[in-house]
């Protein structure tokens, strides 16, 4: 199974951080946020990864190369003026799936997570099922959460208990049948394939952090260099 790393935005809310810097560079912990991805993903077996950038990506590419140094082979899918997230992973799909492989890893590349990402690829394959989301407790920067997830692993768009979606999915290619690039945002697509009794959640316990701030990232950095300090 291959993986995607969404790293084509602007970071527009990081500014002026990412005036120079793509976000997926910027550092916590003395590394780049995008490395801890990586390195996740390598420990979990992934050796495929497919990473779309637009905003200063070739960065990224001259930092990583072909992946290498963590024991990966990367590719890239360019886009120029940056996609929505439905729309990046769409152009991307070539690269993300094989014949009888139709099953893929989407992350989010400005979050950090204790995630264990082995557990993605330990899940049954679901005919019924379209995407599976890793869902966390809310954040206070979002209280209202994002979907509500059922003890059978349903998920709804609303009900009594909200989580928050992480920004890390096992997705399957049917659920952008007959989309192209300007497909849009994956929220609403997300929504709609809910609608269908389509897609499935699981909840993570442990940390979680989107690091959509200059705040957010200090934080995150002063976490990692203490945890560093004490081990």
């Known amino acids: 199974m291959k993986a995607m790393i969404l790293a084509a ?14 976000k997926p560079l ?4 003395g590394r780049p946020l995008i490395a801890y991805h990586l390195e996740n993903l390598q420990q979990a077996g992934f050796r495929d990864v497919i990473i779309n950038h637009a905003w200063l990506g070739e960065q990224i590419e001259q930092w990583l190369g072909n992946g290498e140094q963590f024991g990966l082979t990367v590719r890239y899918s360019a886009e120029g003026e940056p996609l929505e997230t439905a729309g990046g992973i ?11 492989d139709e099953w893929f890893v989407v992350l989010n590349g400005d979050i950090w997570t204790d995630f264990p990402l082995e557990r993605l690829l330990e ?7 379209d995407a599976l989301l890793v869902l966390t407790r809310n954040p ?3 209280p209202a959460g994002d979907f509500h997830l059922s003890p059978d692993g349903r998920l709804a768009s ?4 909200t989580l928050t979606f992480t920004g890390i999915s096992l997705l399957n290619r049917r659920l952008f049948s007959g989309l192209d690039d300007s497909a849009g945002k994956l929220g609403p697509l ?7 009794n389509r897609v499935r959640g699981i909840q993570h316990h442990g940390s979680w952090m989107d690091i959509g701030t200059p705040a957010r990232l200090a934080e995150l950095d002063a976490l990692l260099t203490g945890s560093r300090s004490r081990a």
């Open 123 to 129: 899940i049954p394959t679901d005919p019924d099922c």
């Open 190 to 196: 997300l929504r709609q394939a809910i609608g269908r």
């Open 140 to 142: 206070e920067h979002h």
């Open 158 to 161: 609303d009900g009594d208990h």
């Open 9 to 22: 935005g602007k970071g527009e809310r990081m500014r002026p951080l990412t005036l120079t810097t793509p």
């Open 26 to 29: 910027l550092e916590a912990g």
């Open 90 to 100: 769409v152009r991307a799909l070539p690269l993300l799936t094989d014949a009888g």
